[in-house]
Nanobody
Framework: QLPLMESGGGSVQAGGSLTLSCKFA???????LGWFRQAPGKVREEVAR???????SYQNQAKGRFSISRDNQRNEVTLQMSNLNPEDTAMYYCAAANQGTWGCRDFDTWGQGTQVTVSS
């Protein structure tokens, strides 16, 4: 599978913004990309996903505040986050999935994660 490398995490005050980036080491075939997060004591959850062609889907809590995008020439997917609150504190992971006709198959390639901490 393709290696993924996340960056852009850090600490921010509530109401602030961060942009996460995930880069591929090689040029892949068509695939879905997604961002996931996991906070201590909670299950991992999907934040957003984007198909190769650009169609996006967002978790309800992220929609309107987060924006996922990709640059297939740069082998990069980003997650732009605004109006952050303490509930957004988590380890964030990017992931890749084989792409179906309309949707995405199982995400099976994962980055190592980048920490996002939002203080009150």
């Amino acid at each position: 599978q393709l290696p993924l490398m996340e960056s852009g995490g850090g600490s921010v005050q509530a109401g602030g913004s961060l942009t996460l980036s995930c880069k591929f080491a090689t040029t892949p075939n068509k695939y879905c990309l997604g961002w996931f997060r996991q906070a201590p004591g909670k299950v991992r959850e999907e934040v957003a996903r984007i198909r190769y062609e650009g169609q996006t889907s967002y978790q309800n809590q992220a929609k309107g505040r987060f924006s996922i995008s990709r640059d297939n020439q740069r082998n990069e997917v980003t997650l732009q986050m605004s109006n952050l609150n303490p509930e957004d504190t988590a380890m964030y992971y990017c992931a890749a999935a084989n792409q179906g006709t309309w949707g995405c198959r199982d995400f099976d390639t994962w980055g190592q994660g980048t920490q996002v901490t939002v203080s009150s």
